[in-house]
């Protein structure tokens, strides 16, 4: 039987395709106020400002690539049961081939009615306007976790990282929760890889760094002897 593989990822897997991270210097967090654009109250405060900013990243998105960092994860299925539990919104690690993936702060191609249960729907990379109507008549909002709300899909992941034999973290800076604390669900022999160009907060476990971009770091990983 294959050894289970959790591969818990965020937004440092994307940088080098062209996607902004939210915290290093030149993030998403610089040049916009997080609480205006990815918060409930935000949300409730200007939807104009806020569906216009999902827009624009479902507009950058159609046009960027996956890069041999999501292509090695989803080639890890050949030898792993891989889950992919990632904190991103963007679709690049459908587009590399995963085909267990757990998107815990929802996802960029959807949008959903505003209560986030009754009607989801896939819009892939066109835009939609504040006023479009879900057909149970409420507004239509992007399907996207905001700051401020529960995250529904963190208890299925729990239990996910629960089961794995290895762990690969890689490129998130760890400071969002309840993402962020998955990894104290971890069994206290599993593997701990973390792949990251920097210092990535404190984690409470022995693991094993690797201080390198994701596509470097992914090309050492599986090159380290014993890991296949
Ligand atoms: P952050 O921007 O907080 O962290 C990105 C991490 O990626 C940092 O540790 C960087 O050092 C690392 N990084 C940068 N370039 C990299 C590269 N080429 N290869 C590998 N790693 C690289 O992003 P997240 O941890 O994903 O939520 O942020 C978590 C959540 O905060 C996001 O899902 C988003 C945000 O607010 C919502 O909007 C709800």
């Known amino acids: ?7 818990l990822s965020g937004a ?13 210097s030149d993030g998403l967090w610089e040049n916009y106020n997080v609480m205006e654009v990815a918060s409930i109250e935000g949300w409730y405060q200007n939807p104009e400002l806020v569906i216009d900013f999902y827009n624009q990243r479902r ?4 046009n960027v690539e996956p890069n041999d960092a999501h292509k090695l994860i989803a080639e890890l299925e050949q030898y792993f049961d891989v889950t992919v539990i990632t904190q991103n919104v963007d679709d690049l690690h459908e587009r590399s081939g995963s085909t267990q993936i757990i998107h815990l702060h929802g996802e960029l191609t959807k949008v959903c009615s505003d209560d986030r249960k009754k009607h989801v729907e896939d819009i892939g990379y066109e835009t ?7 057909p149970d008549g409420q507004l239509l909002r992007p399907f996207i976790v905001w700051f401020g709300e529960d ?6 992941a729990a239990e996910i990282v629960a089961q794995a034999d290895i762990i690969i973290v890689i490129g998130t800076s760890l400071n ?3 993402a962020a604390g998955l990894l104290y669900s971890a069994k206290r022999d599993a593997q701990i890889y973390v792949i990251d160009p920097k210092e990535v907060q404190p984690i409470s476990r022995q693991v094993h760094f690797i201080k390198e971009k994701a596509t470097v770091g992914m090309k050492q990983l599986l ?4 890991f296949l």
């Open 1 to 7: 039987m294959k050894k289970k593989l959790v591969v």
């Open 12 to 24: 440092g897997v994307s940088a080098e395709s062209g996607i902004s991270t939210f915290r290093d």
């Open 59 to 62: 507009t950058q998105l159609a």
């Open 128 to 134: 939609f306007a504040f006023g479009d109507l879900a």
């Open 151 to 156: 995250v529904p899909l963190i208890h299925q």
């Open 176 to 178: 969002v929760y309840p």
């Open 223 to 226: 090159s380290e002897p014993g």
